[in-house]
């Protein structure tokens, strides 16, 4: 098979067509039960999906399920209900055709689950507007409530269809589904009435007492409790573990919402099905003449309220038929028997009336519109009970007429493919069942015929009068027999009220009893206009007052069905037909269990081995060239891995490459005949080998493909970063240099400008030019006080400048005085003054500048004791030896100068040669050269001084100006060019005479004077 997916889906074979040994049942069979034991339970026959009931819930409706099928080939995926809806689908929309799906099979093989899945798979693929939205949920909703009003538990299954339905899906051209219409056959309105041991009556009976809301029960007047209630007890099987009628109930609630039930009609539909149970419940009682009357007055009440007629009128009604004796219309009084089924006939048609009508609705709120559509057909199989009633009859008789169709539909279709495609066809011989539809159906001489001749007939026309007609009109027919016609063996199986007819499906044997009352369905008047006086909208619909004036007699239930069988035939027959047939594998309900003899029965009665039979006798598959090529092209050089010529020429080339036999295939106009399994089975086999070789070719180019577009990938996203980052670059560079020119144009404008005032084109110039004055003087201040240097400021800042440059100094001078010494202050002071007396005025001041001043140049020790003794409390300040010059001879001597507090002293070791008090002290004189020498003025008042004191020091400045800050003399030094005149005493003076020298020479002169030369410094 084709799609050979995986291992599980080779079990058996998918397809019965390639089943080798195709006539037998027994593979047939065999096949069916090794893939349901692998819970495989679709398998094709060709087109035709057969299904077997797996009674569990399988894993395969999922989404992903669906979307697997979706848009797929109908052979690529294993068998499935999707792919018969998928295939049914894209048929509609390609071919533009419309499509139905006959789902059949025996009860509780599966079809309603079926067309439930196909309702399904169309809601979820089929693309949908908000609008469509509507349209699917009350397509899916419709479902539960049909099943409430038209389901019922019954032997074989619990949620048994009790009647026939056909529902068209309608797409618009987009394939969106826009509406839909029901089509309702035959329910089984006896069920209201009675119920065979082990059923139960319909399921909504059984929802509302066990679901209703408890106000909602008290209105309706009933119980919570089934087995109040007449209507449902006959079956006594009130409860079913499989059913949840209170959820259920709360579904059908919420359904009949979406579907567009207002309160009110839900109100009026629920007061329907209360009236039924009522009317159930109703009583008679026979009086001694024979007349019924009525013994359940309550019912009577709750009944006349619920139908919204008068209770009296009711009560005449279920009691006495209206007859007419000779032109006048008159009340004639049932007895019991007659009343209760009366009783029992008003309950069915309220019942099957409201059915109908809840049909109309439903298809009144799917919005019907003549668009394509894909017919869905879920209707009863073929039924072989014990005992065979009227509805059997129906039912069978519905099978056959679906088996025609099929017949015809697949063989009509089988022989126009061979034709189109220009193949010769060998007819195939097959059941042809038109014999048996005609037996039952034909016109004057068919069963329905002579029982609807039956029931019209004046006089008395019963069962068996029906059954006695029969046997004289169609008793010679092949396949009709009844007990009178048998031979000895059959009669033994059958009974006196019973005919046979020899189905293409079987033989069933049917019991006429009741055939007459069924047929003819009759309610008595009076009861219909009741029900036409009801004030229940519902029942007012379903009773039509035009059917009491009406004096033809309505159709026979036979004949309306056999009607409407034909309109449903020629709806199919208009359509191209997909099959599900559905087979139950146990009658117990049991997954896993596959029980072979109901199976056979099935495959019997089913046709599938006749199905598999003429499907074989032409070929075995067939497949168009563009898909089988496309399939196979890999197992040839030529047709891989594209074939550019024409399609049939590429097929030809590669079945010869294959070693296809002549008789094993043949060439059509757009199709491959394979006649034999086995050759196809070949081919895949060499598939599957090849595949692997093809996976790893490529998963290999694949490999390559996607690492090379990952590289082109990144290799475009580098270049598209680069690419930006480039701009950025360059848009930031350019926006630079323009800046750049900017500020150029405006600094050489404001350079040509700088000596006009203030204004736009200067103003960046000068406000840079201050800037950078500004950050040149910030990184260039001085240090220290010393240091003068200071940046030229631009003529705007010269101000301002001057102003920072005295800050600055303040600051420093600040900073520096704060952490001044005090000796350093002293030291400093002393500076000052020498400053003041000498700066400029003597040659030796500045090399005296560096070297500071020392407290005394002679300490303690270096002064002879006596002297201080002498002294005494006198404090000495200063001590430096000097030499001492004569004041006539100039002779040098060495002496101690001593600078006490009050006097300078001149020593001569031990002796103490010389005082001058300081106010004796009138002055002190100097040369402006660079020597050490100086004068002591002495005040000559003074008789114990013998003149002034010329002296010579090496630490001249320091000596002078200790000695000016102790006499506080300090503007009484003279500093002298050329010479100085000192008193030598008694009147007489000295002059010495300065020169400037190469070195220092003291000496006496020749004209007396102290002649000195003093050493010619650099300064000067
Ligand atoms: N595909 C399935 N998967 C799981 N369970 C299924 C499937 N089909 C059917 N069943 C089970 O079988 C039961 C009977 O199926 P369904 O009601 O579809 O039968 P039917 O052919 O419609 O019978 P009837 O003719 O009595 O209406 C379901 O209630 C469900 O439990
Ligand atoms: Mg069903």
Redesign the pocket.
């Known amino acids: 098979m084709e799609s050979a997916l995986t291992a599980r889906d080779r079990v058996g074979v998918q397809d019965f067509v390639l089943l080798e040994n195709h006539t037998s049942e027994v593979a047939f069979i065999e096949n069916l039960r090794k893939r349901f034991k692998e819970n495989l339970?679709y398998t094709y026959i060709g087109s035709v999906l057969v299904?077997v009931?797996?009674?569990?819930?399988?894993e395969i409706y999922t989404k992903q399920h669906m979307e697997r099928y979706r848009g797929v080939n109908f052979y690529e995926v294993s068998p499935h209900i999707y792919a018969v809806s998928d295939n049914a689908y894209r048929s509609m929309r390609t071919e533009r055709r419309d499509q139905c799906i006959l789902i059949s099979?025996?009860?509780?093989?599966?079809?309603?689950?079926?067309s439930k899945?196909v309702l399904q798979y169309y809601a979820v693929t089929c693309p949908a507007s908000d609008q469509v939205q509507t349209v699917k949920d009350r397509l899916l909703q419709s479902n539960p409530v049909l099943e409430a009003f038209g389901?019922a538990k019954?032997l074989?299954?619990?949620?048994?269809?009790r009647f026939g339905k056909y529902m068209d899906i309608q797409f618009d051209f987009k394939g969106a589904p826009v509406g839909g219409h029901i089509l309702n056959y035959l329910l089984e309105k006896s069920r209201v009435v009675h119920q065979s041991h082990g059923e139960r009556n319909f399921h909504i009976f059984y929802q509302l007492i066990e679901g209703g809301e408890e106000d909602l029960l008290r209105r309706l007047g009933l119980e919570r409790n089934t087995q109040q209630y007449q209507y449902l007890i006959k079956g006594n099987c009130p409860k079913v573990s499989?059913i949840n009628d209170r959820s259920d109930w709360k579904a059908v609630r919420k359904a009949l919402t979406v579907i567009g039930f207002n309160e009110d009609e839900v109100e009026e539909l629920l007061n329907i099905i209360a009236s039924v149970l009522h009317l159930g419940n109703v009583q008679f009682g026979g009086e001694d003449s024979g007349n019924a009357y009525i013994t359940t007055d309550t019912q009577i009440k709750y009944l006349a309220r619920l139908i919204g007629v008068d209770s009296s009128v009711l009560k005449e009604a279920l009691t006495h038929k209206k007859i007419t004796a000779k032109g006048e219309e008159l009340m004639s009084p049932l007895n019991q028997e007659q009343a209760s089924s009366a009783r029992d006939a008003l309950s069915k048609a309220i019942y099957g009336r409201t059915f109908t009508w809840l049909v109309n609705k439903i298809n009144d709120s799917l919005a019907y519109q003549n668009t394509s559509v894909i017919g869905l057909l879920?209707i009863?199989?073929f039924e072989v009970f014990q005992n065979n009633s009227f509805e059997q009859f129906c039912i069978n008789y519905c099978n056959e007429k679906l088996q025609q169709l099929f017949i015809e539909l697949t063989l009509k279709s089988e022989q126009e493919e061979y034709e189109a495609e220009g193949i010769t066809w060998e007819p195939v011989q097959y059941f042809n069942n038109k014999i048996i539809c005609d037996l039952v159906e034909e016109k004057f001489k068919g069963i329905i015929s002579i029982l609807d001749e039956e029931c019209l007939r004046p006089g008395d026309a019963s069962d068996i009068t029906f059954l006695q007609k029969l046997e004289d009109t169609v008793g010679g027919h092949a396949h009709f027999l009844t007990h009178k016609l048998a031979d000895g063996k059959t009669r033994k199986v059958m009974g006196r009220d019973e005919f046979r007819l020899l189905h293409y499906a079987g033989e069933v044997n049917y019991n006429v009893n009741g055939f007459l009352d069924k047929n003819n369905d009759l309610l008595f008047r009076n009861l219909k206009e009741v029900m036409c006086m009801s004030e229940n909208k519902i029942l007012t619909q379903c009773f039509d007052r035009e059917e009491l004036t009406d004096k033809k007699r309505p159709e026979t239930t036979a004949t309306q069905f056999k009607t409407s069988l034909t309109k449903l035939m020629e709806i199919l027959m208009s359509k191209e037909p997909s099959y599900v047939r559905?087979m139950k594998p146990n009658d117990a309900?049991q997954a896993g269990r596959f029980d072979e003899v109901l199976i056979r029965h099935q495959v019997k009665y089913l046709g599938l081995m006749e199905n598999l039979r003429v499907r074989r006798a032409g070929f075995a598959y067939r497949r168009r060239y563009e898909i089988f090529l496309q399939r196979y092209k890999s197992l040839c050089p030529d047709t891989w891995p594209n074939w550019d010529g024409r399609l049939v020429d590429g097929v030809s080339t590669l079945v010869k490459h294959l070693g296809y036999k002549p008789e094993e295939y043949k060439l059509g106009r757009s199709k491959i005949f394979i006649r034999f399994p086995k050759t196809l089975f070949a081919t895949e086999d060499a598939l599957e080998v090849r595949k692997h070789s093809l996976a790893t070719q490529l998963q290999s180019s694949w490999k390559g493909y996607s690492q090379k577009s990952k590289y082109r990938k990144l290799r475009h996203s580098a270049i598209l970063i680069q690419a930006w980052w480039r701009g950025i670059l360059a848009r930031r560079r350019a926006q630079r240099r323009r800046q750049a020119a900017d500020t150029i144009r405006r600094f050489i404008k404001g350079f040509m400008y700088r000596h006009q005032p203030r204004c736009p084109e200067n103003e960046y110039f000068l406000d840079y030019v201050r800037y950078s004055f500004l950050m040149k003087l910030h990184r260039n201040l001085p240090k220290t006080v010393l240091d003068k240097s200071w940046p030229t400021p631009p003529p705007a800042l010269t101000e301002a400048s001057e102003h920072l440059r005295k800050l600055c100094m303040q600051n420093m001078v600040w900073k520096y005085c704060k952490n001044i010494s005090p000796e350093w202050k002293h030291q400093m002071e002393q500076k000052c003054v020498a400053s003041e007396i000498f700066k400029d005025k003597k040659d030796n001041y500045p090399q005296s500048v560096p070297k500071l001043f020392v407290g005394t140049r002679l300490n303690g020790e270096d002064i002879n004791p006596k002297v201080l003794q002498t002294l005494g409390s006198e404090k000495m300040k200063y001590a430096v030896p000097v030499i001492k010059y004569d004041r006539k001879g100039y002779k040098a001597r060495a002496r101690q100068l001593l600078l006490t507090s009050n006097s300078v002293v001149i020593v001569e070791d031990a002796k103490l040669k010389q005082r001058i008090d300081y106010s004796a002290l009138k002055g002190i004189s100097v040369s402006s050269l660079s020597d050490g020498m100086f004068v002591l003025h002495v005040l000559c008042e003074d008789n114990k001084q013998k003149g002034d004191v010329v002296l010579q020091s090496d630490h001249v400045i320091e000596t002078l100006t200790k000695a000016a800050i102790c006499a506080e003399k300090i503007n009484n030094i003279n500093i002298n060019q050329g010479s100085i005149t000192f008193t030598v005493g008694q009147g007489k003076e000295g002059i010495i005479d300065f020169i400037s020298g190469s070195e220092l020479l003291i000496a006496k002169a020749k004209n007396g004077h102290l002649s000195v030369t003093a050493p010619r410094l650099n300064s000067r």
Do not use: M, V
Request: contains cysteine.
């Open positions: 339970i299904s009931n797996p009674y569990k819930d399988l099979g025996e009860s509780g093989a599966g079809k309603t689950e079926a899945k389901n019954t074989r299954n619990d949620n048994s269809s499989s879920d009863y199989g559905c309900k």
